[in-house]
């Protein structure tokens, strides 16, 4: 089963470097989902051929304009070519507005559902989830309200061993309940184990996403032992001041989150457009944290191993 970053976009601020502001998909089996919508997103959709009609639902992190200006043009897109299901949209207050403003001063019609969910970016909590993954919002410091979001599989029934229904004589009607942990009593009463009759699932598997936000332990205990971690690092180290000033992180920072959390994998974004070459970035987070990457455009970063 699919589970898959892929980024569309990962510089700070301002386009540079043929590297665009905040977007990414995250894939999980047989749906998309868009977290922030910088300018450029629907182009890239174009250049790393995301079928966007497959899009359900998009997470915004905050309002400042680079993780949000390229969200109307997105919409107006669906619209023109042709979209009829609805779409869901997360974010925090002041997001409907946005929205509903770009539309009515661009005289777009949007002839598909839009239904925009605001949430207080104080309080985690949950805020989606479908028969596979839930996702979980929480808090980051950054000058204006601000969410990171973690996506989590939800834990699967137990693996029935079928070889063994003839074994015992299983009925089929009794194996869901043996898939949910229970012990199987055949028809002269022995009781045989849940722990013969299955396998444990597969762990489930999970990511976070923690967008713009100055060096802050506080957000360990959302983002604990997830198999990866995107963290902003728009600095390196020489401009820690700089960072705390403007409420971001320097790469160092973010490894040493990602240790501090127990994560597997560390994905470094948001980038300063100072920096047209980004091994600066990568070698002070792997000092700290060895298995840091660098977010770049159009690559794929698995979730766990399933």
Known sequence: MHFE?????????????DRNPTSQIVH????????????????????????????????????????????????NSFNLNGRTSRLLIFGPAGLRRFVETSMEISHAHINFEILIHEFDTEEPQLIYENEELSVHSFPLKHRVPT???RFEEKRKLRKFKAELIS?????????????????????????????????????????????DTVYDTDLVPYIKGVDVLYHEATFMT????????????????AAEIASKAGVKKLLLGHFSSRYRDLSGLLEEARMIFPESYLALEGHYFQVGEN
């Open 167 to 211: 074994v015992y004589n299983i009925r089929h009607e009794d194996i869901p309940s043996i898939k949910q942990g229970k012990d199987y009593v055949t028809a002269g009463g022995e009781i045989i184990s849940n722990q013969v009759l299955t396998e444990d699932p597969p762990l489930p598997r999970s990511y976070a996403f923690c967008s």
């Open 5 to 17: 970053i892929l980024i569309l976009g990962s510089n700070a601020a301002l386009p540079a470097f």
């Open 147 to 149: 969410a990171g979001y």
């Open 238 to 253: 020489e401009l820690k001041v700089q960072a705390r000033d403007r409420m971001h992180s320097t790469s160092a920072e």
């Open 28 to 75: 999980h089996h047989d749906r998309l989902f868009l977290i922030d919508c910088g300018e450029g997103t629907q182009k890239r959709f174009n250049d790393f051929k995301v079928k966007r009609s497959r899009l359900e639902v998009i997470f915004i992190s905050h309002l400042h304009g680079d993780h949000v200006f390229g969200l109307p043009g997105l919409i």
